[in-house]
């Protein structure tokens, strides 16, 4: 059996089977208009459950890619964070931890560093619990539905008499 390469689409190519799904084409002629196998269509489709992902926005407190190319060049010239961090109106904590996440003072680049970013704010993550396995307490992994249905009753009772503070254990 012939091995192979892995088919990688353009974000013009991807655009263009979005469209061409939205319209109700199916996978086999979607595939065959880029003369590929449906079967190199279907992951894209299908890691969205057959709808067209948004398009990535930058959240409004992440570092842009300007910014990280001022970061870069502050470390080129030999900077300290705080410095660089004066320049960029950010908190030196941010500049330490940017440059530690993507390879340190001698490794970083911005682009690499941006590209890194994006990657790690891809969906759908692991919880933290499915991440750290036996995080949860003995005490929590044995609560019976009695104790759990008790609980919530109690929640429920100080959602509705509109108390603070501590709940009262029975």
């Known amino acids: ?37 449906s079967s190199s269509i279907h992951p894209l489709i299908s890691r969205t459950g057959g709808f067209r992902p948004e398009p990535g926005e930058r959240g409004p407190l992440a570092l842009s890619l300007s910014e990280r190319e001022e970061i870069s060049r502050g470390l080129g010239a030999d900077q300290s964070y705080r410095c660089i961090a004066s320049h960029l109106g950010r908190a030196p904590s941010t500049i330490s931890r940017e440059v530690m996440h993507n390879g340190g003072r001698r490794a970083y680049r911005a682009t690499k560093a941006d590209t890194a970013a994006w990657m790690r704010a891809q969906r759908p993550k692991l919880t933290k619990l499915a991440c750290k396995q036996g995080a949860l307490p003995d005490s929590l992994c044995q609560a019976s539905p009695a104790m759990v249905a008790a609980a919530d009753r109690r929640l429920a009772e100080k959602a509705a008499s509109g108390r603070r503070g501590e709940t009262r254990v029975t």
């Open 1 to 37: 059996m012939k091995r192979r390469r892995r088919i990688y689409f353009t974000e013009a190519q991807k655009a263009e089977i979005w469209d061409r799904w939205q319209r109700g084409e199916s996978m086999s002629s979607i595939g065959r208009s880029f003369e590929r196998d």
